[in-house]
C-alpha cells in the first residue's frame, strides 16, 4: 500500500493561501491522491482528489508533480473555519476501497 | 451536511452493556462503511457492506462488534458486553460504485463514552 507522509502541524494566516505537503512516493500508475479534512468533532469532509492532473474545485486546488510523487493541496483563501486536520490518502488497489489515514496535518489559521 | 446521518450523536454507557449505532446512508450509495476513531488518531476502517452483503471486516472488529445492513439501506453496529477500550468515534461513510473514482462521504459520528 502507498504511505503519505505529511507534516504534523502548519500554521497560516487568514486570508493567505494555505499550501499543504504531501509525499507518497510509493504510489502506483492508476491509484488515486486523495484529501479529507476534519474539523474538531465532525466526521471528516471530502475535499479534493486526483489521479495525474492538477484538479480545483470550489474548495481547493490539489497540485501533483509530474512523478506523482508528491501533491499539494492548496486552500486559496485560508479562512479560520479551515482550521481542522487534513488528510492526505492514496487509494490503495490492495485495500479494496477501504480509506487508510495517518495523521494528519493539524492546520490552524490565525488571524 | 453530506446527507449521511447517524444516530445517536453521543452514548455513554457502562461497561457490561450493550450499545447499538445506526447509519443511514445517502440513499442512491450502495457501499457503505463503518470507521472507528480514538482520540488523537486518524479514522480507522472496521468493515463495509456493499448492498446488504458484508464484504471486509477488520481484525479490530472483535467478536463483540457485530454490524449488519438489512435492506442495503440503513446499518447497524452493535457493540456487546462495551469496554472502556470500546470508547471511541464510530463513523459512517456511504458511496456509490465507480471504479477507483469512488468517493466515500462521512456522517457527523457517534461518539461512545463507556464509564
Known amino acids: 500500500d502507498a504511505k503519505t507522509t505529511q507534516p504534523p502541524s502548519m500554521d497560516c494566516a487568514e486570508g493567505r493561501a494555505a499550501n499543504l505537503p504531501c509525499n507518497h512516493s510509493?504510489?502506483?500508475?492508476?491509484?488515486?491522491v486523495y484529501w479529507y479534512r476534519q474539523i474538531h468533532s465532525q466526521g471528516p469532509q471530502y475535499i479534493i482528489h486526483?489521479?495525474?492532473n492538477n484538479e480545483t474545485n470550489e474548495m481547493a486546488s490539489l497540485i501533483i508533480t509530474e512523478d506523482r510523487k508528491s501533491s499539494t493541496l492548496i486552500l486559496p483563501h485560508a479562512t479560520l473555519r479551515d482550521t481542522a486536520v487534513y488528510y492526505c490518502?492514496?487509494?490503495?488497489?490492495?485495500?479494496?476501497?477501504?480509506?487508510?489515514f495517518g495523521a494528519g496535518t493539524t492546520v490552524t489559521v490565525r488571524a | 451536511d453530506t446527507g449521511v446521518s447517524q444516530d445517536p450523536r453521543h452514548k455513554i454507557t457502562k461497561r457490561g452493556q450493550n450499545v447499538t449505532f445506526r447509519c443511514d446512508p445517502i440513499?442512491?450509495?450502495?457501499?457503505l462503511y463503518w470507521y472507528r476513531q480514538t482520540l488523537g488518531q486518524g479514522p480507522e476502517f472496521l468493515t463495509y457492506?456493499?448492498?446488504?452483503?458484508?464484504?471486509?471486516k477488520s481484525r479490530l472488529l472483535s467478536d463483540r462488534f457485530s454490524a449488519e445492513r438489512p435492506k442495503g439501506s440503513f446499518s447497524t453496529l452493535e457493540i456487546q458486553r462495551t469496554e472502556q477500550g470500546d470508547s471511541a468515534m464510530y463513523l459512517c461513510?456511504?458511496?456509490?460504485?465507480?471504479?477507483?473514482?469512488?468517493?466515500?462521504?462521512f456522517g457527523p459520528g457517534t461518539r461512545l463514552l463507556v464509564l
Open positions: 461513510a456511504s458511496s456509490r460504485t465507480g471504479g477507483w473514482e469512488e468517493t466515500q462521504y
Open positions: 510509493t504510489i502506483s500508475g492508476n491509484e488515486y
Open positions: 486526483g489521479l495525474k
Open positions: 490518502i492514496v487509494r490503495s488497489r490492495s485495500n479494496d476501497y477501504k480509506l487508510s
Open positions: 440513499s442512491e450509495h450502495n457501499r
Open positions: 457492506f456493499q448492498n446488504e452483503a458484508q464484504l471486509e
